[in-house]
Nanobody
Framework: QVQLVESGGGLVQPGGSLRLSCAAS????????MGWYRQAPGKQRELVAS???????NYAASVKGRFTISRDNAKNTVYLQMNSLKPEDTAVYYC?????????????????WGQGTQVTVSS
């Protein structure tokens, strides 16, 4: 089984910064895309940022210029640097790994989610 473990969430004041990490573990040959999603109370889960294996990035309009996604393919880890945080960034942040292949000999792939980490922006 593949597990994604997020860390780095917490309480921060408006204008502050946090860095989230998500490490994938288990039997992994390759991971296609990795991304961060968030879900605020009463709202649907939304994409925050994503990054391909070739480091092509995509951001939600609401975080562009404030958040930066990066990944370390050797460590199967994705990061989200969040700056200039706003109260509306408060949510549970989830990591997702897309197109995870378990073996060189099989093209079968599947997607996995982390358990989520709480980010609260409040004074």
């Amino acid at each position: 089984q593949v597990q994604l473990v997020e860390s780095g969430g917490g309480l921060v004041q408006p204008g502050g910064s946090l860095r989230l990490s998500c490490a994938a573990s288990g039997i992994i040959y390759s991971i296609n895309g990795m991304g961060w999603y968030r879900q605020a109370p009463g709202k649907q889960r939304e994409l925050v940022a994503s990054i391909t294996a070739g480091s092509i990035t995509n951001y939600a309009a609401s975080v562009k210029g404030r958040f930066t996604i990066s990944r370390d393919n050797a460590k199967n880890t994705v990061y989200l640097q969040m700056n200039s945080l706003k109260p509306e960034d408060t949510a549970v942040y989830y990591c997702k790994a897309d197109g995870v292949r378990r073996s060189y000999y099989s093209s079968y792939s599947s997607d996995f989610w982390g358990q989520g980490t709480q980010v609260t922006v409040s004074s």
